[in-house]
């Protein structure tokens, strides 16, 4: 088996928005609670938040975070979260049945973000409440007006407006598990009346209409459409969620499962084209991907939480070797929609379906997953560019035409830099790539993440998938089963 890729800096898809490589943390199991925030930890700060997860994230430069839920936000009281420590009350968690504490809330997320170096991406609760909720935490985040919510943040110690330029208009309000699920028309008249009050109070802010949790969701299209058509000229993004998982424990089918992510945004970028030309409007709509990730693994052990816990291990998936590819392949998939799709999220952060793991009062580890993310948020900036793949390919009993290789190229204009992103899906065989460029550039490394069994897995006693070099530069080889980087610098 070999590849061909011939790779054109002509052929432009577009120019990446950083946010593409966002992630996600929501008070959910021991994301906020042990995760990023351990007071007893050695490396707690004075706030009580972990330096070395704090360190981790700082150094991968994870461009925003969304925040607090998911789920949870449907049920939020964001007032729990600001002011004095001692005086914030427990609550009743519906959406995850557990105790909410409320010792870390938007006053102490926003201030650790920025330590971190990333933006916030805030969702407010659209569940249990509505637009007045809404307007007042924007108020509160960023006004500087001598105004109630804005006097507040001032009393609670913040004279500075934290500046949250991105809002999520509720979470997955399609799904029925949601605390107060909504009907298409209740959620498209609610998104679309808290759009307004929110802009009003600040004309800056971008908002994300709440898409469908699924393409196979039964309301999904007639959702988008009705949402679409309500709050069109009030909102700039329309989400998309998707879960991935080896249930059927088919590797071969699971690693196709980008295809999947692939014609879930081909049909939304349609929908919200149909939308701007009925409405004959010249803006157009994009996507904003902000759940995404393989999810199955603890499904089953989940199910044996006792309620009214607070902190459990919850939604703590340990990802092997081909969970790490498919990662890689749904990578490669949203930038070759990097035209429409300009934000996405790697749901979650730390330890819910995460790339990063941590021990109580012990060490943070990486996940398999973590590698193909930090590489991409890491080489996959600038421009990308599309590319010509040709290789043989495979099918499956869900999928048919499965290439072999998937693959993107970018181009980073401020380093003079190029690079491959590739994934050889193929069990058995070695794939030669034969790189076709029509620029002089020299080779600079190959990252490889591969390893002999695809089951696995990372812990924190030892990392047995990781990242290793080769150099290969004239004789580059993908091997089976593996993720490739490969860097060039453009002479
Ligand atoms: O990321 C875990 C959960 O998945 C989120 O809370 C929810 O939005 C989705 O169903």
């Known amino acids: 088996m070999n590849c061909k890729l011939t790779v054109s800096t002509e052929k432009v898809i577009s120019k990446i928005d950083k946010r593409l490589y966002g992630s996600f943390i929501e008070h959910l199991g021991r994301a906020v609670y042990g995760g990023i925030y351990e007071p007893t930890h050695s490396t707690a700060d004075k706030d009580g938040f972990r330096e070395d997860v704090k360190e981790l994230i700082r150094d991968m430069q994870v461009p925003i975070i969304r925040y607090p839920g998911g789920n949870f936000v449907s049920g939020y009281n964001w007032e729990d979260g600001t002011g004095d420590k001692s005086k914030r009350p427990k609550r009743m968690e519906l959406a995850w049945m557990t105790i909410e504490t409320n010792e870390v809330g938007i006053d102490e997320f926003q201030d650790w973000a920025k330590q971190t170096g990333s933006e916030v991406m805030m969702a407010v609760n659209l ?39 991105l809002w999520c208009l509720g979470n997955e309000m399609d799904g029925p598990w949601q605390i107060c699920h909504k009907t298409a028309e209740e959620y498209a008249r609610i998104a679309c009346e808290t759009a307004k009050v929110m802009k009003w109070v600040d ?5 994300v209409a709440c898409g469908s949790s699924g393409k196979d969701m039964p309301t999904f299209g007639i959702w988008e459409e009705t949402v679409l058509r309500e709050c069109y000229e009030h909102i700039d993004y329309l989400s998309l969620h998707s879960y991935y998982g080896n249930r059927d424990n088919d590797t071969a089918d699971f690693l196709a499962s980008s295809m999947d992510m692939n014609a879930f945004i081909n049909r939304v970028v349609g929908i919200c084209d149909k939308i701007q030309a009925e409405k004959k409007s010249d803006k157009q709509i994009n996507l904003s991907f902000d759940e995404w990730n393989v999810w199955f693994h603890s499904n089953e052990q989940d199910k044996e939480i006792p309620k009214w816990t607070i902190a459990p291990h919850q939604l703590e998936d340990v990802y092997n070797l081909e969970d790490a590819l498919v990662v890689g392949t749904l990578l490669i998939t949203l930038l070759k929609h990097s035209d429409r799709v300009k934000i996405a999220c790697l749901a979650q952060l730390v330890n819910v379906i995460a790339p990063i793991m941590t021990e109580e009062n012990g060490k943070v580890w990486k996940q398999t997953i973590f590698y193909p993310y930090y590489h991409a948020m890491r080489y996959g900036q600038g421009t990308a560019l599309d590319v010509v793949c040709d290789c043989e390919s495979y099918s499956t009993a869900k999928h048919s035409d499965i290439p072999y290789v998937e693959a993107i190229a970018t181009i980073n204009e401020k380093e003079d830099e190029l690079t491959v992103f590739a994934v050889n899906r193929s069990m058995k065989d070695s794939c030669p790539l034969s790189l076709s460029l029509d620029k002089e550039v020299s080779f600079l490394e190959h990252l490889v993440v591969t390893g002999d069994d695809v089951k696995a897995v990372n812990s924190a006693e030892e990392e047995k998938i990781t990242e290793s070099k080769r150099n290969d530069g004239d004789d580059i080889v993908l091997p089976p089963l593996s993720w490739n980087v490969i860097r060039f610098k453009l002479v």
């Open 127 to 165: 569940g249990t409440r509505g637009p007045e909720e809404a307007r007042n935490l924007v108020e509160y985040c960023n006004s500087t007006t001598p105004t109630y919510y804005a006097d507040m943040r001032r009393k609670n110690g913040f004279e500075e407006p934290f500046g949250i330029k």
């Open 203 to 207: 004309d800056s802010i971008e908002l």
